[in-house]
Nanobody, 125 residues
Framework: VQLQACGGGLVQAGGYLRLSCAAS????????MGWFRQVPEKEREFVGA????????KHADSVKGRFTVSRDNAKKTVYLQMNNLKPEDTAVYYC???????????????????WGQGTEVTVSS
């Protein structure tokens, strides 16, 4: 399984970005795809996740109403639309994939088996 994340960059507060995560290597219908972020010296933080087969999604409270996880089955790509960005959203963002993850466990990075390389997002004030 390979995950390729892209779309990060520098944006002003209040702006938006869309991250993409292209998946390859197998059929992903049974997978949950997650987005996490990390800043130096802090644990990886859950942002959002989506179940590939049903589209059921979950978002962290800190991003609800601003960020949206979606997927395009045909393109095998998961997106993280980030609106109204804040300086505290600055981080390296990672996409991840895992199987057998129940909704209540989507937020734990330990449940994901595969990780992309990360894409950096910087929000200036």
């Amino acid at each position: 399984v390979q995950l390729q994340a892209c779309g990060g960059g520098l944006v002003q507060a209040g702006g938006y970005l869309r991250l993409s995560c292209a998946a390859s290597g197998r059929t992903f219908s049974s997978y949950t795809m997650g987005w996490f972020r990390q800043v130096p010296e802090k644990e990886r933080e859950f942002v959002g996740a989506i179940r590939w087969s049903t589209g059921i999604s979950k978002h962290a409270d800190s991003v609800k109403g601003r960020f949206t996880v979606s997927r395009d089955n045909a393109k095998k790509t998961v997106y993280l639309q980030m609106n109204n960005l804040k300086p505290e959203d600055t981080a390296v963002y990672y996409c991840a994939a895992g199987t057998g993850i129940i909704i209540s466990s989507m937020s734990s990075h330990r449940n994901y088996d595969y990780w992309g390389q990360g894409t950096e997002v910087t929000v200036s004030s």
